[in-house]
């Protein structure tokens, strides 16, 4: 899992677990590249999706197989940091060959 700032060719995964007494929620959410002047309809993220369980241990799960379903290479088993961003190279989600990439 990697923390640092990611090359501008990597997706970043960002995940916020909450924990209460009776549920633990997860919010997932991709930050959107830099603002374009083109589009007036900017948003901080690309996506953003919240889920709610039972069990830490449940929603980690879920997140763990969330960020290696989508290319994340290192992921811990448990005990995930309650905040964290995760690089996923480009190439690895999307399978494209670096010559289809626009610069």
């Given at each position: 899992?990697?923390?640092?700032?990611?090359?501008?060719?990597?997706?970043?995964?960002?995940?916020?677990?909450?924990?209460?007494?009776?549920?633990?929620?997860?919010?997932?959410?991709?930050?959107a590249p830099l603002p374009n002047p083109q589009y007036s309809d900017n948003h901080p993220y690309l996506y953003a999706a919240n889920w709610q369980f039972q069990h830490l241990s449940e929603a980690e799960a879920f997140l763990r197989n969330h960020l290696r379903a989508n290319g994340a290479a290192e992921v811990p088993e448990s005990e995930f940091p309650t905040e964290g961003k995760v690089t996923i190279p480009l190439l690895i989600t999307w399978g494209l060959d670096k010559s289809l990439r626009h610069g």
């Open positions: 899992m990697s923390l640092s700032s990611s090359p501008k060719d990597d997706h970043v995964v960002c995940y916020r677990l909450s924990l209460s007494p009776d549920r633990v929620k997860l919010r997932l959410w991709e930050p």
